[in-house]
Structure formats: structure tokens, C-alpha cells
């Protein structure tokens, strides 16, 4: 079990990330939750086997189309056992 807390950079709000990171959290059945900074970021926390993790921090990099990702600050931090995904905020 793996958990990482990334903060997504640059045009990444009302372009539909939060809910392009739902859908690719929950296809791969990876748990936590995602939302919209006061300042213009994306914050989410990923939970779940290591390659699953690691493909929605990739995904985080590019994301959904109208996207312009300028950086990704990932952090990573101990499982809590969250389950299921949400969008908050």
C-alpha cells in the first residue's frame, strides 16, 4: 500500500481535472480524494498498490485535455486505509 500528495501547477482549474482524476482513481481502484486550491492548484492524495499510485501521479502530470500543467509537488506520506475516491472543494 502506497500514498502520495501531489499539488498540481498552472491552467488546472475549470478544465475538469478533478473529475478526469476521479475517473482514473476509480477505474484503478485507488482511494482519496481530490480538490481545488484557493490559489489555482489541484491538491489530491492517492491510496493504493504502488503502480496504480504511481500512474494517477503520472496522469497528475499531464492531465485531461485544456490542461497546462507546470508542476507537480508529490509527496509521499503513510497509508491511512482511506477507501473509495471523492471531489471535494
Keep these: 500500500m502506497e500514498r502520495k500528495h501531489v499539488v498540481v501547477h498552472g491552467f ?11 475517473r482514473a482513481a476509480q477505474s484503478r481502484r485507488v482511494a482519496g480524494w481530490v ?3 484557493p490559489d489555482g492548484t489541484v491538491e489530491a ?3 493504493g498498490e ?3 499510485v504511481e ?12 490542461a497546462e500543467v507546470e ?5 509521499g506520506e503513510s497509508p491511512e486505509g482511506l ?3 471523492r471531489v471535494t472543494g
Design 12 to 22: 488546472v482549474q475549470g478544465v475538469g481535472f478533478r473529475f478526469a482524476i476521479e
Design 35 to 37: 480538490r481545488n486550491c
Design 45 to 47: 492524495v492517492f491510496e
Design 50 to 52: 504502488r503502480e496504480d
Design 55 to 66: 500512474a494517477l501521479v503520472d496522469f497528475s502530470r499531464r492531465g485531461p485535455r485544456g
Design 71 to 75: 508542476r507537480v509537488d508529490v509527496a
Design 83 to 85: 477507501t473509495g475516491f
